[in-house]
Structure formats: structure tokens, C-alpha cells
């Protein structure tokens, strides 16, 4: 998009409605997060050979034991499907760790593969230019210590092993699930203790729980953030895990949350999070994977998306061709900007009256076909936007509207069917001061 005059007034006003506003503001950290919209998670450990969800901790070691483990085809295929990155689950709940912990006797040193799997994934990462993340259940249905005071800094040390090892980790996703370890105890988790040490180990890292405290759950695991969906959230009074707010307000954030904590969706290719035979030919179509790439980043959520390995220590085919046709339905998005060579007609700011009604008129010298919409505010300064008008017009004649609420790091309106149009309107009905649009486009 070319700069303009007018865009370096939007950046200016942007920066001091925001002074006079108090939006809470994003980290350059969480401004990265933002930016690396698409992702893999791939839940992979012992429940990949026993078809368990949750392993109850008491599987021999030996079950794990993948034939033709590689990850560099893991990153290939990553790379491929247009993901910046792999979280990869380095301790599930059955407690298994996938490096050999100093801290633990239930790891891929015992089994009956024997190689470091982050050490491998980590290397791989780095090699393909993805980054790396790091899911650490804090429930250990293994651990002798669990339930004790004791396993608070088991868990500490662990996390540090992983970031003195394997950094650097991009994002760390806790968990909040808490159950009863062998000895039948829960386990107070000191979680205080645990940011703490992840803030001294690598400052930078992204933190994920149900209430952040850097990106917070969508509320739900089907694939969609809120149509609504505020990057701010209230923390006050809530906990992790039991204890959260309601999954329906982690889903759309809170218009005025004390706290800037995106959303981010995390949802399987599979009915299940771990690989099973019995799913191969239950792998989600390419149409169902755009549609929740549509609800997920067209509503200014990240997309954490499961692809498990299967018992080979593979990607199965099946999901690569799902992935392989999701990126070229995510390629056409950005293809064509059918609004490059049209002309701005009209922006209309009011430094004095943040309430006035701003408002992006494009007009084209013949029609063309429309079949969507992307925005995308400019999220250094907050999220402002709280209304807005579509609309399309044919030589004078509205042919379509729809009202959306946020925008965020991306708002993709895609239209029903294929639409002729000379002109896109976009009208800020209400906005936390100067809303400021980085980038318009129709596809």
C-alpha cells in the first residue's frame, strides 16, 4: 500500500488518541505473536501408540518407539502449508517428557527410541527458519513428587533444561488442566514462581494459558474465535484453569480489559488430538480447514493448528494434502489487490472529535469482482475499532453491506458469492479515538 500523506496523519493522531484513551497497549513481543498469524501445534508422545487422549502415566516407556521419526519432514511440510511454526507438546499429562529430563525417569531416555526429540525438532526449526514453541503440561500423571511442594521445582527445572537447551523457545503453552498424580494428590501449581522464572530465562518468549498472561484461549477447541473479538481481557479475580472467565468472554475479550492479551484458536486437523489409524480418513477437508482459517485469523485471532505425527514419527498423508490445499485457498486471499490502482475518495478524521464518523471511499474505473475484504488495524498504538460499515456499490447502487464489530490484527469479510462493484466504502461507526486501517484490501 503506497504511503500517503493522509496515512502518516492517521499514525500521528493514532498515537495521541491513545494517550488520551488509556488503551492497554501490546509488547513488541506480542506484536511479533501477531504478525506469525498460522501455526502447527503437534501433540505427539506415547498416546500416539496407545490411541489414548490423556495417558494416565502408568504406559511403559517402551510403547514409544517411532520407526521413521524425521522432522525435518515435519518442518518441510510446515513450511509448505504456510505455518511459521511448530508447538510441540514436550510433556503431556501422562507426564512423559520428550527429552531426556534430569528430573524425570518417564522419557524418551527410557523408551524405546532413545533419541532427543526436541533436541531433533529444535535443530530442524532453526533450519527451515520456523519457529520453535514448547507446550509443558503442568498435571504430571507420572511424577512421584506430584501433588508435593516438591514438584513445583521439578517443574521449574524443567522448564529451564528446555530453555537452556533448546532456545530459543517462541512460545511456552501451559496447560491448566489439574488432576490427581500417582499418590492421588493434586498439585498446587505456584504459578507466580513459574513466570517468573521464564521472564529470567528469555524475556521475549510468548506465555499461553486460559488468562495469558501474553495470549490467552479461545474458549473453545471447534476452531473459531468471536465475531467480536477484543485483544484485551480482565484478569482480576480469575485463575488459571478452574477459575477462568467464561469460555463465551474468552472468546470475544472484554471492550474494556484492563489487560492486552490476544486470542488464539487451537483446534486438531483430526477428531482427536493425538494421531490414530482409525482417523485417516477423518482428516478435515481443505474447505473445513479455510473456513476455520477464515473464523480464526479473519477475526484477529492466531491459528494453532494440531497435525499430529503418526506412529512412523511422520506426517500422514492425508493431512498434508488437507494442508497443501489450505494454502492455496489462503494464497488466493493475496494474490490480487483489486483496490491498487483505485482512487481514495474520501478519509475523514476529526482530531478534535474521535467520535466523528471516519470513512475510506474507494471508487474503480470499471467493475470488477469482489469475493472479500481484509483489514488490518494498527495494533501499536491498541485496538481501537468497536463498529464499522462494509459496503459495495455498483455505479451509485448499494449491492452489499455487513457490519462488523473489531477488526484487530485482521478482519476477513468474505462475501457470500462473487460480487460486481465500482466502489467499496468502509465507515468507522465507533472507535476507543482515531481508529488507524495499516492496510485495506479486496480480493
Known sequence: MRITPLIVVFYLLGFVANAQTKNPLPTNAQLKWHQNN?????????????????????????????????????????????????????????????????????????????????????????????????YLSPWDRNHPDYGTEKYNDVFVNMMTEIFQQYGPIWELWWDGANGEGPNGKSQEYDWKRYEKVVRQLSPQTIIFSDIGPDIRWVGNESGYAGKTNWNLLDTFGFKRGHGAPHQDTLGTGNYKGANYIP??????????????????????????????????????????????????????????????????????????????????????????????????????????????????????????????????????????????????????????KSIQATELSIVINESKGLPFLKRIKAY
Open 38 to 134: 498460522y501455526y502447527f501445534f503437534m501433540h505427539f508422545g506415547p498416546n500416539t501408540f496407545t490411541g489414548k487422549e490423556w495417558g494416565d502415566g502408568k504406559e511403559k516407556t517402551e510403547v514409544f518407539n517411532p520407526t521413521q521419526l524425521d522432522t525435518d519432514q515435519w518442518c518441510k511440510v510446515a513450511k509448505e502449508s504456510g505455518a511459521k511454526g511448530i508447538i510441540i507438546t514436550a510433556k503431556h499429562h501422562d507426564g512423559f517428557c520428550l527429552w531426556p529430563s534430569k528430573y524425570s525417569t518417564h522419557t524418551v531416555r527410557e523408551s524405546g527410541f532413545k533419541r532427543d526429540v526436541l533436541a531433533e525438532l529444535s535443530a530442524s526449526c532453526k533450519k527451515a527458519g520456523l519457529l520453535f514453541g514448547v
Open 263 to 416: 486470542a488464539e484458536v487451537d483446534v486438531s486437523i483430526r477428531p482427536g488430538w493425538f494421531y490414530r489409524d482409525s482417523e485417516n480418513d477423518k482428516v478435515k477437508s481443505s474447505d473445513n480447514l479455510f473456513k476455520i482459517y477464515l473464523e480464526s485469523v479473519g477475526r484477529g485471532a492466531n491459528l494453532l493448528l494440531n497435525v499430529p505425527p503418526d506412529s512412523r514419527g511422520l506426517i500422514h498423508e492425508n493431512d498434508i494434502l488437507a494442508l497443501k490445499g489450505l494454502k492455496n485457498k489462503i494464497d488466493e486471499l493475496e494474490k490480487v489487490n483489486l483496490l491498487k490502482f483505485a482512487a481514495l475518495n474520501q478519509a475523514s478524521p476529526d482530531k478534535n472529535n474521535p467520535q466523528k464518523k471516519s470513512t475510506w471511499h474507494y471508487i474503480l474505473k470499471k467493475p470488477v469482482s469482489f469475493n472479500g475484504i481484509i483489514l488490518e488495524e494498527e495494533l501499536k498504538y491498541g485496538q481501537k475499532i468497536a463498529s464499522a460499515i462494509i459496503s459495495l456499490s455498483l455505479n451509485g447502487e448499494q449491492v452489499f453491506q455487513e457490519i462488523i464489530t473489531t477488526v484487530g490484527n485482521k478482519r476477513i469479510i468474505q462475501l457470500p
